[in-house]
């Protein structure tokens, strides 16, 4: 069937059609496979992006649950309105513990949820702030409430036991 739809090149053809004659039975098949292969890899890519996705929130998963408890600092050393940095839950994950007026402590992760930049408890502006876009943060809720921010600060849950504040786990991922 193939060789019926190849057309033979006849005399007064030019000469580049004469010296390269196109087989169209071949030529669809080609298209055919590439069309296919084209369906292939997109599928492909998909069932690793979704997979990558799943796999990422098992990874978060697993990295909220089950946290060590890690003493911060003593009730005493953070006077109200002041702030304490620390890592938690290891050196990769920088994190700020707020003693907010009223004697209530709150601990947040210290990346900003936009580019990540160090944010920073400003008690005078009643805000946490991340100087690098001039996103803000309720200190009370970690909610972002101006700039560019997309959502609020990760939550760090926190313990007084006796004298001490511990790290006891995560909120949000
Ligand atoms: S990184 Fe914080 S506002 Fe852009």
Sequence with gaps: MADQLTTPPKDGDPLWQQDFPINRG??????RRQFL???????????????AMALKAVFE?????????????????????RSVNFHYPDQSYPAILIHLPGNQFVAYEQRCTHLLCPVLYENDNHRIFCPCHDGVFDPASGRNIAGPPPRPLNKIKLEVRGTDIYAVGREGA
């Design 61 to 81: 998963e697993n990295r909220t649950a089950n946290l060590p408890a890690l003493r911060i600092a003593a009730v005493s050393d953070v006077a109200e309105g």
């Design 37 to 51: 292969k084209f369906l292939g890899l997109t599928s492909g890519a998909f069932f690793s992006g979704t997979l």
């Design 26 to 31: 071949e030529e669809l098949n080609n298209s």
